[in-house]
């Protein structure tokens, strides 16, 4: 398997850890009668920080899908993962720790080094869309 699917298959397996992990916390709350499961917002609001970045760390892993997860799938679908394979693990490595930064802290460094780790996606992303079109049919 090609670095780009690998990476691909990795970050949907890494958006749905973190799915699973909301969900088996959000489903401990009901069951010990913390909140009752109508009172729980999609955005986890009224639970714990925590809950409230993890819900924000998925959905950010969801929002970035379709651009960096469909930029790998474009490349492999047109036989050119040559442009996203040197790149596609570093892509992997700065969208866990963006999540792992958000889960961890809201201090200003945190933020600041989950926007850097953002950027570098962000970069990676202008670089493959520029080099997929410039390759031509």
Known sequence: MSATATSLLLFIGWTLALLVLMEVVRSWVVVSGQVPANRIAPDNSGLSPFMQRLARAHL???????V???LMLVALVIG???ITDPL????LVA???QS???LASTSPLAVTARFTVFAVQLGIAVY???RLIASGP
């Open 60 to 66: 950010n892993c969801i929002e970035g899908l379709p």
């Open 68 to 70: 960096f997860g469909g």
């Open 80 to 82: 050119k993962s040559a």
């Open 88 to 91: 596609a693990y570093w892509l």
């Open 95 to 97: 969208r866990v720790a």
């Open 100 to 102: 792992s930064i958000h």
């Open 128 to 130: 493959w869309t520029w």
